[in-house]
């Protein structure tokens, strides 16, 4: 797998010290990410005192991380990145590097005639 990591790809971790099962494993999973590479940086946020941050990247449960790069793409993952999902989380930080996805031509022709926003979620169980 090549990684081209852009400089200042940034993850966010909004976590809480009560209350969340998950939250420091998800905390500490992103720290042994960042750790492989300088050009990666993680910034963690209390869900509750950081309400106003939780709020502008429209976080609204946790554990919850951010991917971005030189823009917001609305990468949002909840919950633990384990299993199956570990691999979605890099392939969507490799994604972000590059500011482009490998989605196909043919995939990515129908979704310049989007007239708005979408919002896309995918819920899934651990593996």
């Known amino acids: 797998m090549n990684f081209y990591p852009r400089s ?12 969340c099962q998950y ?9 042994e990410i960042v750790d492989l590479s300088d ?10 005192k950081n309400k106003e941050i939780a709020e502008k990247y429209g976080v609204d449960k ?6 971005e790069g030189g823009k917001d793409y609305g990468i949002r993952f909840y919950g633990v990145p ?3 999902e570990f691999t979605t989380l890099i392939e969507d930080m490799i994604d972000v590097s590059r500011g482009t996805t490998n989605l196909s031509a043919e995939t990515k022709e129908p979704l310049k005639n989007l007239e ?6 995918v819920f899934v169980t651990l593996t």
């Open 23 to 31: 939250c420091e494993l998800t905390h500490e999973l992103l720290n």
């Open 39 to 48: 050009k990666l940086t993680l910034q963690t946020y209390e869900f509750v």
């Open 8 to 19: 200042g790809q940034k993850k966010f971790c909004f976590t809480q010290k009560f209350e």
């Open 62 to 67: 946790i554990p919850a991380i951010v991917i």
């Open 116 to 121: 708005k926003n979408m919002h896309i979620q």
């Open 82 to 84: 384990a299993g199956y």
